[in-house]
């Protein structure tokens, strides 16, 4: 994301994370990020459990019904805060700080809303822009091949016979196997 001057980045601040300016965009960096994950999710599916090949206009598809899922449950979760913060609440018979904590409350329930209103724009705009869709999904794929090379080592851009893919394949199904039987242990209460 540009800064807002056009003032050129120095080394030192190339280093430095990029710090959000406004609370709609460090809720857009939350919602990339949770994009990232839900689309990395639907392409080890895809990819391992129902061995499809890939396809950029299937996964151009799936990022966009994942965006489109996201701004729904953002859109519901806003309406929610909405009703609560609207909702006239008995304030007589309160002690002046009840009151005023009641009414900050709402206050905070309408700023959220607004927020999450804020973020569900800009996710409108990175579902209706293909180019940034595209390098959401380009992000997630490289993201996903990085994790599934660090499970088991698969050549990459590397020519594989069938053979090869389906025992790089059925590696990686084992190793996601043993890490999920391992983290179900780990769920286990103390004594069993």
Do not use: C
Not at 85 to 96: I, K, M, Q
Not at 129 to 135: E, L, N
Not at 149 to 160: D, F, M, S, V
Request: glycine share 2%.
């Amino acid at each position: 994301m540009p800064l807002p001057d056009s003032a050129p980045r120095s080394p030192r601040d190339a280093e430095r994370p990029h710090v959000p300016s406004s609370p709609v965009e460090e809720g857009v960096l939350v919602a990339r990020s949770a994009l990232r994950l839900a689309i990395k999710n639907r392409i080890i599916l895809l990819t391992l459990r129902d061995e499809t090949p890939w396809s950029d206009l299937t996964m151009i598809e799936l990022a966009r019904r994942e965006i489109e899922t996201l701004r729904e449950e953002l859109t519901q979760t806003a309406e929610r805060l909405e009703a609560a913060s609207a909702t006239p609440r008995r304030l007589f018979g309160l002690s002046r700080r009840a009151a005023a904590n009641r009414r900050q409350d709402a206050e905070h329930q309408r700023t959220r809303a607004r927020i999450l209103r804020g973020v569900v724009d800009r996710l409108r705009e990175i579902e209706d822009d293909p180019a940034q869709t595209h390098a959401l999904l380009a992000v997630a794929r490289e993201e996903t091949l990085a994790e599934l090379t660090q499970a088991r080592l698969i050549p990459r851009g590397a020519e594989q016979s069938e053979e090869e893919r389906r025992a790089s394949i059925d590696a990686v199904k084992e190793d996601l196997r043993e890490m999920l039987a391992l983290q179900q242990l780990r769920d286990l209460p103390e004594g069993y």
